[in-house]
């Protein structure tokens, strides 16, 4: 089969009628045909050498005739070389319209292209083949004018235009409309038949959807009760959690507390010792007895406050969880600005900018808290941002209050980042007079909680002791997380007029 042929499948019932019918009628015309034109060589050639011209062509057309009912019976095997011989046989010797034959077929069989040219050749062919048929004048020597009744030698009536046109239309279409209607009920054959097969393969396909289904349905069960065990378990854990957090919470505000305990004992019980040695200097120096007893009363009230206080701080703090390396006994406000640079923020990018009004003038309570908030921000940021530039300020002083800012870029897939875990990743502390934080950078509203995040992230424990505090010293804390930069703002009061002895 040549390439581009269609393969027609086993013969079909009206296949096999055509070839015991139709094919021992084809023969007897293909045969006939030269023999009609062997009787009328007498009249086409009366010249002698003419006449044996024409014997010898009606010999060569019997052998061509024979040939192509041989190709009659070839025509399933190769009907692409059997209709281009029957062709060039039909077009050059009168064997009749032997095309015919195998024209359906191979319509059927080629492409679309060569099937319209064939029709074409075919038609041709048929005008010539007719045209050498009306060649013999008489009844006996043409098939035409056999089927018209019309012969010339005996003064017969004119050939029928219309009855040639009518043979030839009907000789002409009858082979190819078969063949265009075989092929069209090939393709449609071939159409349901891939119909069937996507058929089949839907159902197939059918049965393999119900039974992914129900192994599907079989999974969503099993997800169902994996699901409801994860809530459970989720539930359990967020339970836990924040059990953990309020534990965590609360020991940061005890460790915190413990801490500004000791500051309170060292600052507070300072001031009671010296009040309690000028009152024993008074005491000596009295001439008037009622003043002498009045310095004595100071100082042993200013005695038992002591001892008071370094009573209730032993009570309240335990040295050994003491985390705190930082000496801030040894630093004063003035020396902020090199803390920073030299010891807080040692080995690490800082940048500090520090303007304090009058610092040596800040009681030792507000400077131990400062320094105390700057060290916990400077470490946290120092931790949770390594390498990455921290830039702290510090401006303020006597009757504005004092404003601490600590800024480090956001690092890392954990937001709010430069921070310790705790109870809140982020909170605003009301301030204890509003009237005082008018150099504040940022004041929250009234009604708002002491503790607001202004940006969700991580939990941090660091800024509770921040909160614990400012919020003792009656000052706020706020953390924002902006453009891509993590930021602590604090304000703790400094009331003016107040000044370290």
């Not at 097969?197 to 192994?215: A, I, M, N, P, Y």
């Given at each position: ?12 019932r ?5 070839s015991?019918v139709?094919?021992?009628?084809a023969?007897?015309m293909t ?13 086409r050639?009366p010249?002698?050498?003419?006449n044996?011209?024409?014997?010898f ?7 061509a005739?024979?040939?192509a ?6 025509r ?16 050059v010797?009168p ?5 015919a034959?195998?024209l359906?077929r191979?319509?059927?069989?080629q492409?679309a292209?060569d ?17 050498r048929d ?10 035409l ?9 005996d ?12 043979i ?10 078969l063949g265009y ?28 959807l ?17 699901s ?19 534990m ?23 001031r ?11 005491e ?8 002498k ?12 406050a ?19 390396t ?8 003035t020396?902020l ?17 520090v303007?304090v ?10 400077t131990?808290?400062?320094?105390r908030?700057?060290q916990?921000l ?8 390594p ?7 510090v ?15 956001v ?7 430069g ?6 990743d ?12 008018a ?12 503790l ?16 614990e505090r ?10 924002t ?8 703002d ?9 000044a370290?002895?």
């Amino acid at each position: 089969m040549n390439s581009g042929a269609k393969d027609l499948g086993p013969r079909s019932r009206l296949g096999w009628v055509k070839s015991f019918v139709l094919i021992p009628i084809a023969w007897f015309m293909t045969i006939g045909a030269p023999a009609f034109y062997f009787v009328g060589v007498e009249e086409r050639h009366p010249n002698g050498w003419l006449n044996g011209v024409g014997t010898f062509y009606s010999v060569i057309a019997m052998a061509a005739a024979i040939y192509a009912c041989y190709l009659f019976t070839q025509r399933r095997q190769n009907p692409r070389r059997t209709g281009h011989i029957l062709a060039a046989l039909q077009l050059v010797f009168p064997v009749g319209p032997v095309l015919a034959i195998v024209l359906p077929r191979y319509i059927r069989t080629q492409p679309a292209k060569d099937g319209i040219y064939m029709s074409g050749f075919y038609g041709v062919s048929l005008i010539v083949t007719m045209a050498r048929d009306l060649l013999g004048q008489s009844a006996d020597t043409s098939i035409l004018r056999n089927l018209m009744n019309v012969d010339d030698t005996d003064g017969g009536g004119p050939i029928s235009i219309t009855f040639l046109i009518s043979i030839f239309l009907i000789t002409f279409l009858l082979p190819i409309g078969l063949g265009y209607w075989e092929a069209s009920r090939d393709a449609l054959e071939e159409t349901e038949g891939r119909l069937f097969e996507q058929v089949g393969q839907l159902k197939q396909r059918d049965v393999q959807l119900e039974e992914k289904e129900h192994q599907l349905g079989q999974t969503s069960e099993r997800l169902e009760e994996t699901s409801v065990r994860l809530e459970q378990t989720s539930e359990e854990l967020e339970e836990r959690s924040r059990a953990s957090e309020e534990m965590e919470y609360e020991l940061s505000r005890k460790e915190e507390r413990e801490i500004m305990a000791r500051d309170i004992h060292d600052t507070v019980g300072h001031r009671l010792s010296l009040v309690s040695l000028h009152a024993g200097v008074l005491e000596m120096l009295a001439q008037d007895d009622e003043l002498k007893d009045k310095a004595v009363q100071v100082r042993q009230e200013a005695q038992q406050a002591v001892d008071e206080l370094r009573g209730l701080v032993h009570v309240m703090r335990n040295p050994a969880k003491r985390t705190d390396t930082f000496d801030y006994d040894n630093y004063e406000m003035t020396d902020l600005a090199d803390v920073i640079e030299h010891v807080l923020g040692a080995g690490h990018p800082v940048s500090s900018s520090v303007f304090v009004t009058d610092p040596e003038k800040a009681l030792g309570l507000l400077t131990k808290s400062t320094y105390r908030i700057v060290q916990e921000l400077l470490t946290n940021a120092i931790k949770h941002a390594p390498g990455e530039i921290v830039r702290v300020k510090v401006k303020g002083g006597p009757g504005q209050g004092l404003n601490i800012s600590v800024a480090n870029p956001v690092t890392g897939g954990v937001k709010g980042a430069g921070l310790n875990s705790g109870p809140a990743d982020g909170f605003a502390l009301t301030p204890h007079d509003p009237q005082d934080s008018a150099s504040s950078t940022s004041v929250p509203q009234s009604g708002e909680s002491a503790l607001t995040t202004r940006e969700g992230g991580a939990r941090v424990g660091g800024l509770t002791g921040i909160r614990e505090r400012a919020l003792a010293m009656g000052g706020w804390v706020l953390v924002t997380e902006e453009d891509g930069e993590f930021r602590v703002d604090a304000w703790l009061p400094w009331e003016k007029g107040s000044a370290a002895e």
